[in-house]
C-alpha cells in the first residue's frame, strides 16, 4: 500500500526572501517530524516544485490544487 500522507500549508505569497524561507522551512520541519516524503505549498498564484534528496514540496495556486482534487474524486 502506498503511503498517501502529505504535509499542506498555504501562504498567499513566497516572493518575500523572508516568507519564503519561513514557510518551506516550517514545511521542512513538519516533514522531518511527521517521517512524510511529499509537501504541498498553497499560494495566490506562484508555483513550482522544491526538491531536496528524495522529498518534494510543490508550490502550487490554490485553484489548481483545489480543480485536482475536484477531479481525483
Same mark, same amino acid.
Given at each position: 500500500?502506498?503511503?498517501?500522507?502529505?504535509?499542506? @500549508?498555504?501562504?498567499? =505569497?513566497?516572493?518575500?526572501?523572508?516568507? /519564503?524561507?519561513?514557510?518551506?522551512?516550517? !514545511?521542512?520541519?513538519?516533514?522531518?517530524?511527521?517521517?512524510?516524503?511529499?509537501?504541498?505549498?498553497?499560494? @495566490?498564484?506562484?508555483? =513550482?516544485?522544491?526538491?531536496?534528496?528524495? /522529498?518534494?514540496?510543490?508550490?502550487?495556486? !490554490?485553484?489548481?490544487?483545489?480543480?485536482?482534487?475536484?477531479?481525483?474524486?
Amino acid at each position: 500500500m502506498q503511503d498517501r500522507r502529505i504535509i499542506i @500549508n498555504v501562504s498567499y =505569497e513566497i516572493s518575500d526572501p523572508r516568507t /519564503r524561507k519561513r514557510e518551506l522551512g516550517g !514545511l521542512d520541519e513538519a516533514m522531518d517530524f511527521f517521517g512524510c516524503k511529499q509537501a504541498c505549498l498553497l499560494t @495566490n498564484d506562484q508555483e =513550482e516544485t522544491v526538491s531536496s534528496g528524495d /522529498r518534494e514540496i510543490a508550490v502550487i495556486p !490554490l485553484w489548481k490544487w483545489l480543480l485536482k482534487q475536484e477531479s481525483a474524486t
